[in-house]
């Protein structure tokens, strides 16, 4: 199947700090990837969907400032946290659709785990 | 508004059959997902329905009644590896995945 990752894994910074998480399709082409957030026993959260050479579009209550989503082409994505503060600390997924792809499955990354000190 | 429903929590037994319901009140309707995800991980495909009927894949097995707004996930001779949480998610008329809480299924010897 489609892989999809993700760079860095986990990463722990201080608060005020700026965190770029990378979201890579590895075998094929995603005109489209999302970001989900997701908090300890809840579900995951769109935050945003990205499109390539596109504005991203963020769901109704994330600050687009503060999470910058680059799609500068059809294999990678990345989300800027900027000026991270200790409350953005959270599990953070990047998905992928496959271009060729039928049944808009979202092939998913392993993740990214963000701690705010 | 958008809803989808699952019960919150389920505990089976090591190789007995357990059956998770979902379901979904959307805008439109492009298929339903199934995912199942582990503790501090990403959640992995287990199935995807997109006509009435049933789906078999080994020991998972998924329901979908479209006219019912309504779903199942069917896990056979479980195993204590199946402990996780299942979300069901449905794409909605926009193609957006629109995510229930999922269902944490806890498996005991």
């Known amino acids: 199947g489609a892989v999809v990752s993700q760079h860095p894994s986990w990463v722990i910074c201080k608060s005020g700090t700026s965190v770029k998480i990378e979201c890579r399709s590895l075998?094929?082409?995603?005109?489209?990837m999302f970001w989900y957030r997701q908090f300890p026993k809840q579900s995951l959260m769109l935050m945003a969907t990205s499109n390539e050479g596109s504005k991203a579009t963020y769901e109704q209550g994330v600050e687009k400032d503060k999470f910058l989503i680059n799609h500068a082409s059809l294999t990678l994505s990345t989300l800027t946290v900027t000026s991270a503060h200790p409350e953005d600390s959270s599990f953070y997924i990047c998905?992928?659709?496959?271009?060729?792809?039928?049944?808009?499955?979202?092939?998913f990354g392993p993740g990214t785990r963000l701690t705010v000190l | 508004g958008q809803n989808i429903d699952q019960p919150t929590e389920m505990t089976a037994t090591e190789g007995a059959i357990v059956q998770i319901n979902c379901t979904y009140q959307t805008s439109g309707f492009n298929g339903l997902f199934w995912y199942q995800q582990h503790a501090g991980e990403a959640p992995t495909f287990l199935s995807y329905n997109v006509l009435d009927g049933l789906e078999e894949k080994g020991r998972f097995s998924s329901f979908l009644s479209r006219s019912k707004g309504y779903s199942y996930l069917l896990l056979k001779e479980l195993q204590m590896k199946d402990s996780a949480s299942y979300l069901c998610a449905v794409v909605d008329s926009n193609y957006q995945l629109i995510w229930g809480a999922g269902t944490k299924l806890i498996i005991k010897p």
């Open positions: 075998d094929f082409q995603a005109t489209t």
């Open positions: 998905s992928a659709r496959d271009l060729a792809g039928g049944d808009n499955e979202q092939f």
